[in-house]
Every structure is written in structure tokens, then in C-alpha cells.
């Protein structure tokens, strides 16, 4: 966690008054009292974020003034971050900050804010899209670069509804089955909560690769496997490609693949079935809160793809 040497003096400190606590309340020359004192080090508090909403009230407002029913698409005059928005929330819509020396893309959405599909069937999102590769060639793929922040993400009070995604891999495939449109790979953000002075809040984020297990899969047709922990607004730096390339054990075979390398490591996975692969893409922004808020931050993005027959 951040703050390692504060932590570090602070933890000693602890100690010295822990021991001589312990000392001139125990030792009274007759014997030792049954009373033992014990203390527990907090977590430093946390910093205050200067991009974070912190409003309680996390309806939509009542003016309507986040609520376009006419378009998906509302988006600022030449926004920093690449791709075409699509919002479904009327929590707020996608605008931008500037601290650290970067401009960050704001991605808010809460709970039951998706005003745009039937109630209680498609999750709250503000995402863009990017172009899709649209031929499986060896050497096709989608590349997309950025940094993220994570301030919040969704609590469910579930573990398996907790959460919210990043930043998915698309693309449909022959032979049907499954959404119209499907996900084959989300990034998914569960909060971690502190302790001591931080106890209830959001200190950091578990990072989840949620993968389908067969083409269209969903649900049970998909598996969540743990990647990596990072701290609440840390700047953390996402690579994510999605494409065709040779299979190294046949070179009559090619692989579809979905790799990532998020604040530099990296996560390679094969994706199911790839003779039936038809398309490679990424959105990203933030999706999914089956409880609360999710506020995620983006910066520097880029995309690239490349198609070949």
C-alpha cells in the first residue's frame, strides 16, 4: 500500500508504547495483573481525491439533466480519451479532469441508473467503443493503451455481484449462441475496505479476469480468475490486445488470443475456439454496479488495430 515508511514509524512507534504500556500496568512488585492491554495499528487515513464525487445522494437528479434519450452518444467536443461513448446512466455523463499533469476521462455510474434499456435487465455503463478488426488472419488484432484510476467500484453486498468492469474484449463468433453481441473477456475491479481511521471505505481494488469457458458463454459458461491487487487511485498502467496469431504447436492453426499487461505484468490467455472467432474489439470505461458507484478514471488512451485476410 502507499505510504510504506509512515506505515513503517508509525507500526514502531505502536510498539514502544504497547511495551511500556504493558510494563507499568502489569509488574506491581507483588505480582502481574491480569489485564493486558493490546493495540491495533490503523491504516493511515486516506487522502482526499480531487476528482472524486463524494456526493451520498447517488440517484439520478431529478431535472433529468443526465437523461438523453435520444442518443447514447453524449460526449464532449474533442474528448482526450479515443472512442465513441456509450452512455446509459443518468447518474452523470462522461467529462473530464485535469490533475497529476494528465486529463482524465470521468466514468461515474450508480446503481439502477440505466435509463436507456427495459428496468431490470441491461447494467447501468458509460463506455466507448472503438472500431472492430473484422477478419482472422494471422496478425489481425485490437490494441488498446491507457492509464487508469479505480476510486470506486460497485458493492452488491455480494461477493459474486460486487464489482465493477474496466474494460472488456469483444467479438462474435459463428455457430451461434449467446448474446448478440458478446463479451469473451471482462476486467473486473472488487473494492477492498481499510481499516482504523478507513474502516468502511474503499482502500483498494481486486483486479478479476472474468473469461468465457465456451463461445457466448455467460454465467456458468464463464470463469473468474484473480489477477492482481492495486491501490485505490493509484495510476496504473492497462495494455489489452485481442487478436489472431500462429499456433507455436501447429502452424496450420491459428490461436485467438486476449493479453493483457496491467501496471506491468503481463496476463496472456487463449481464447476458446478459435476457428470460430469472428471479430476482435475493446470498450472500456466503467460498466456494471449492482450496488453503490463505480467512478473510474482514464488517461492517454490509444487504439490501434490492424486486419488481415
Known amino acids: 500500500m502507499k505510504n510504506s515508511k509512515f506505515i513503517q514509524k508509525l507500526a514502531s512507534i505502536t510498539a514502544i508504547v504497547v511495551f511500556v504500556t504493558f510494563y507499568s500496568c502489569t509488574e506491581d512488585g507483588l505480582g502481574y495483573s491480569e489485564d493486558i492491554i493490546t493495540y491495533e495499528t490503523p491504516d493511515p487515513p486516506l ?59 470521468v466514468y461515474n455510474i450508480t446503481d439502477g441508473s440505466n435509463h436507456w434499456d427495459a428496468p431490470n435487465t441491461l447494467q447501468p455503463r458509460i463506455e466507448r467503443s472503438l472500431p472492430r478488426a473484422s477478419t482472422t488472419g494471422v496478425g489481425t488484432y485490437a490494441r488498446f493503451t491507457g492509464i487508469v484510476r479505480i476510486l470506486e467500484a460497485g458493492d452488491a453486498g455480494n461477493f459474486n455481484e460486487d464489482g ?58 464463464r470463469e473468474v480468475v484473480f489477477l492482481k491487487t492495486v491501490d485505490k487511485n493509484e495510476e496504473i498502467s492497462f495494455e489489452l490486445e485481442i487478436g ?40 472500456y470505461g466503467a460498466y456494471r454496479v449492482k450496488g453503490g458507484r463505480a467512478q473510474i478514471r482514464w488517461a492517454d488512451t490509444t487504439y490501434e488495430k490492424v486486419e488481415i485476410n
Open 164 to 221: 465493477s468492469y474496466l474494460i472488456q474484449a469483444k467479438g462474435k463468433h459463428t455457430g451461434g449462441g449467446g448474446p448478440p453481441d458478446p463479451a469473451i473477456c471482462l476486467f473486473l475491479a472488487k473494492p477492498v475496505y481499510g481499516s482504523g481511521y478507513n474502516a468502511g471505505k474503499q482502500v483498494a481494488f481486486d483486479i478479476y479476469a472474468e473469461r468465457i469457458l465456451e463461445r457466448g458463454g455467460v454465467g456458468s459458461g
Open 47 to 105: 487522502e482526499p481525491v480531487l476528482d472524486e464525487d463524494t456526493n451520498q445522494d447517488l440517484n439520478c437528479p431529478p431535472s433529468g439533466e443526465f437523461e438523453d434519450n435520444n442518443t447514447r452518444n453524449v460526449d464532449i467536443q474533442n474528448p482526450v480519451n479515443v472512442g465513441t461513448v456509450d452512455d446509459r446512466s443518468c447518474y452523470s455523463d462522461y467529462s473530464e479532469s485535469t490533475i497529476y499533469g494528465k486529463t482524465w476521462g
Open 244 to 283: 489472431f496469431r500462429e499456433d507455436p504447436n501447429n502452424p496450420n492453426m491459428k490461436v485467438h488470443y486476449c493479453d493483457a499487461v496491467i501496471g506491468g505484468e503481463a496476463f496472456n490467455w487463449n481464447i476458446p475456439e478459435p476457428n470460430r472467432g469472428i471479430e476482435s474489439g475493446i470498450r
